[in-house]
RNA sequence: CGGGGUGUGGCGCAGUCUGGCAGCGCGCAUGCUUUGGGAGCAUGAUGUCGGAGGUUCAAAUCCUCUCACCCCGACCA
């Protein structure tokens, strides 16, 4: 029996699951059961009326995912194949900048996120729970205290640092509404890597290397992302990027504002801007004048009545933050940004008020309230409020404004600070560029998270002039089980998953469309045999189907090449090679595919 | 948590308004015929109609409670 078929033997009575089989090679450890039969690929032909996005569905009905319950997915085998691909990747680019892998537990002690505020700050997101000796314990969403505490009182000299860990591993996060499949879960796995440095410089670097390595990760993956500047949120630290997969469909979470001169690009959470508005009037203050507006309570409907633009109102907002009522003025044409806001009154709980609380706190019903007046509410005002001359405002009184307003004579501010949100058409705030407002998906974000977990946490070293210090952190993370199906947001077509070659789950499906023709089965064993000793993976659609199904399935799965077996080509001795994204396919000897595979491998994406 | 919606065979759905034998398509099993883009014929299996309680001679259908899931919003390291 020749060796490539004596090793299918092998391969055939292997264990699935891809446990290593002995005698191989290393770099062909990897090797699973690639027959069609002999794997579970369970293909569905309907839409499922549970997922939404393109990539949602594609993964149900191609057969790499089911749900158990809502925001809780299995990973079926071809998933897990993509996983493990791209798992490999992250894991090599990771090595290769010098992290350490590790693995932390899911479950936590309540205590650390005691100990480091975020147990009250966090809110429901987290999962807690208690065990039998009724300690409570909560399932972790991200590991800093976990890996801080690991770190606390084990490096006590700068001269062992820097230090970066990281581990590839489940993480449960009690999402509110989980949704878009495995975009939001509420358990996904995620790479999370943590860097702990001695001085600023030293993090400077480590900071660096792991945007480096992220580029080489995504890159390598077929992926095209940026890096956009980011809000830190819940993580705390200052400095925080992402980075996005930029998508034409509707699946785009996250709005990016993007400079189209000099590349400037933010998360709009995140994003300034220059106001290109017409320079506000710079007549003299007039005495305020209070207007009856009948029916007019919005903007629109205000600028429409008065006949102003609506860059001549500015618009006061409710909001609630940690129980206290705040006012926030933007200019009228503008939309406030509630996380500026949010990080404007360091609040934790930050909610617009509801039509009583406006009641309540402006006298008035909603769509009327104006800064003249207000009592016992904080007044945050806008950089572009503040240059406002004689402003429309509403007059906390139903169906009535106040013409020529001005900041410090008629209200005073508690601070002036931006609130806006960054609109497309915005000029850069570093340059005349434009911003540009595009969809992206977060497939990994970058977190610079400064002294305060290991000040809490008891992180501290002693520096070469014998003083205690804690340590600089960052944090550092991937969805390896979201990324996959982002990428799909971008690489598909009417038949279903076109994926990239280095997360494919296979590289090849090969098709014989007569499994009861001697010749075309005897072609196919040896191509199996030859593409899986050149260790390339195949799944060799073997099952006794009528071509239609086997072509539409294997579109549907989007294995990048395609060897077709049929009679036609076959009786000169050739078999059909086709990339998943070609209309065309190319004849190719028997005795040459594998050289012709790679060639045409290094084609594709 | 607020608003809207859906639970009927493995999947997709009809039936519910107006109570009266639980149906259709796909899939599945067996046989025959087919075989280069989701085959045809024949035969067959599969349901506590999400759950509990109630009304009724009779409940998938009406009433009450409850659970799950989906969509919109708030939230999101």
């Not at 069609?36 to 790499?64: C, F, N, V």
């Not at 290109?276 to 919005?298: L, N, Q, S, V, Y």
């Not at 931006?418 to 497939?443: F, N, Q, S, Y």
């Amino acid at each position: 029996m020749p060796h490539g078929l004596a090793m299918l033997e092998i391969l055939r009575r292997g264990r699935p699951g891809g446990l290593p089989i002995s005698g191989l090679t290393d770099w062909k450890i990897r090797i699973y059961l690639m027959r069609w039969s002999k794997t579970y690929i369970p293909t569905l032909r309907q839409k499922q009326t549970e997922a939404e996005l393109i990539s949602h569905q594609l993964l149900l009905r191609a057969g790499y995912i089911r749900k158990l319950a809502a925001g809780i997915y299995l990973y079926l085998p071809l998933m897990q194949r993509v996983i493990d691909k791209f798992s490999n990747i992250v894991r090599e680019e990771m090595n290769r900048a010098g992290a350490l892998e590790i693995t932390m537990s899911v479950l936590c002690p309540a205590e650390l996120w005691q100990k480091s505020g975020r147990y009250d700050t966090i809110g429901k997101e987290q999962m807690r729970l208690k065990d039998r000796h009724q300690h409570d314990m909560v399932l972790c969403g991200t590991h800093e205290e976990t890996v801080t505490n690991l770190i606390a009182g084990e490096v006590r000299s700068y001269r062992q640092l820097p230090l970066n860990l990281y581990q590839i591993q489940v993480k449960f996060r009690d999402e509110i509404r989980p949704r878009f499949g495995l975009m939001r879960g509420r358990e996904f796995i995620m790479k999370d890597a943590y860097t702990f440095d001695a001085d600023a410089e030293s993090f400077a670097r480590s900071y660096q290397a792991m945007v480096d390595a992220y580029f080489a990760v995504f890159k390598r993956a077929g992926l095209d992302v940026i890096k956009v500047e980011s809000d830190s949120g819940a993580m705390g630290g200052k400095v925080a990027h992402e980075f996005m997969l930029l998508v034409d469909t509707d699946a785009g979470e996250e709005d990016i504002a993007v400079c189209n001169k000099c590349g400037y690009a933010a998360n709009v959470e995140k994003a300034e801007f220059k106001d290109d508005a017409p320079d506000p009037t710079d007549a003299e203050p007039k005495d305020m004048e209070t207007i009856d507006t009948p029916g007019a309570a919005t903007i629109e409907e205000v600028t429409e009545f008065l006949k102003v633009d609506a860059t001549a109102l500015a618009k006061t907002l409710m909001y609630k933050a940690d129980g206290k009522p705040v006012a926030a003025m933007v200019r009228g044409d503008r939309d406030v940004n509630e996380v500026k806001l949010r990080n404007a009154l360091k609040a934790v709980d930050l909610e617009m008020a509801s039509e009583e609380e406006v009641l309540k706190y402006t006298g008035a019903p909603v769509g009327f309230a104006g800064p003249v007046g207000l009592k016992d509410v904080q007044i945050l005002v806008d950089p572009l409020v503040a240059e406002m001359k004689n402003m429309i405002v509403g007059a906390n009184a139903g169906e009535k404004h106040i013409k020529n307003v001005n900041l410090d004579r008629d209200f005073k501010a508690a601070e002036v600070i931006d609130l806006t949100r960054a609109r497309g058409g915005d000029t850069c705030p570093h340059c005349d560029g434009k911003l540009d407002v595009k969809d992206g998906i977060e497939v990994g974000n970058t977190f610079q998270l400064g002294t305060n977990y290991a000040e809490k946490l008891g992180a501290k070293f002693l520096d070469a002039d014998s003083e205690e210090r804690p340590c600089i952190m960052g944090s550092y993370g991937i969805g390896i089980t979201r990324t996959p199906q982002a990428a799909l947001e971008k690489y598909f077509d009417d038949k279903g998953i076109i994926w990239p070659k280095a997360i494919a789950p296979y590289l090849v499906e090969l098709i014989p469309i007569k499994m009861d023709n001697e010749n075309q089965v005897a072609a196919a064993e040896k191509i199996y045999a030859a593409l899986t000793e050149a260790g390339i993976d195949v799944l060799y659609d073997d099952r006794d189907e009528r071509p239609g199904v086997k072509f539409n399935d294997a579109d549907l799965v989007g294995v990048p090449v395609r060897i077709t077996i049929g009679d036609k080509s076959l009786k000169d001795g050739n078999v059909e090679l086709k990339a998943r994204s070609a209309d065309k396919f190319d004849l190719v000897p028997v005795n040459e595919v594998v050289e012709a595979v790679i060639r045409l491998a290094e084609t594709l994406n």
